[in-house]
Each structure stands twice: as C-alpha cells, then as structure tokens.
C-alpha cells in the first residue's frame, strides 16, 4: 500500500468522493483547498482523503473514502495514519468531522482522534436530503481532533 499527494484534477475522483460526501454541492466547497491523498495497493486506487486548512497549524481531514470491496481490511486506517504522519511535524492539531455513527466513531478513535465538540443539525441543515448511516439518520457533525507535538 502506499499514499501519494495528489496535484492533478481532484473531480476526475468526484466519484469517489461522492462516496465520504453524498451531495456534490458540499464537496465543491472544499474540493480545491489544502492536499488531496490518494491511495494504492500496487496499482489499484482504493481511496482518498483531503486535508484542508482551517487556521494557522490546524488541519481537518476530510473526505475520507475507501471503495467500498476494500472496507474493513484496514486500508481507511493505513490512509489515515499516513496522512497523520504527513502532517505531524507541520502542525498542531488535525480534526476529523463525521456522522454520529456507531461505524465511523470507533474508527477514527482506533486512529488516535478523540470527541472535540458538535455542531447541532449539521446534517439536516446543510443537505437537501437525509444522510441515513448503518440504519440511521445523521443529525449532528461530531469532531474528533488528534493533537501534535511539532518537533518530536
């Protein structure tokens, strides 16, 4: 497996991205900001993430995806570990902003994050339909953050 910084048009992986984000609306707003990760095993595209920042030396991943025959086989964790040491002697802080969901909390705790804050409705407020995970509408955005120590 390896990760790559992609440089090229990030919409020729509007497909894949539309997976992480349902609603390509919300993808434009954040599509050409910060470094898109692509990942490989040999020459396979498996997923992709984007970090963008939000302040001084603080990044938020978003858009993690992983095609969904390569789930559950540790590859969304190997992409954001990857993307975590990328960025770990270049700030502060990472947060991570996803679904009150039974699937993807415990992920991202496996990979260091922990609960920050809320935003209340995020997901009912912000798309023009309902975001069903694992059987269950998503309300609320949940944001974990993992924290660095620049220079370690």
């Not at 993807?104 to 798309?127: A, L, Q």
């Amino acid at each position: 497996m390896n990760v790559e910084r992609y440089l090229g048009d990030r919409r020729k992986y509007m497909e894949l991205l539309i997976i992480a984000d349902e609603q390509e609306e919300m993808v434009e707003k954040y599509i050409d900001l910060g470094d898109m990760f692509l990942l490989f095993d040999e020459d396979e595209l498996i997923g992709e993430c984007i970090v963008i920042p939000m302040e001084a030396s603080i990044y938020e991943l978003k858009n993690i995806a992983i095609y969904s025959n390569y789930r559950g086989q540790g590859y969304g964790k190997k992409l954001v570990e990857s993307v975590c040491d990328y960025y770990k002697y270049k700030i502060s802080r990472m947060y991570v902003g996803t679904g009150d969901s039974p699937l993807s909390i415990p992920f991202y705790n496996s990979c260091g994050f922990r609960e920050s804050h809320r935003v209340k409705n995020f997901f009912v407020d912000n798309y023009d339909h309902p975001i069903i995970e694992d059987g269950k509408q998503l309300k609320d955005m949940v944001y974990l953050k993992r924290d660095f120590n620049i220079g370690d």
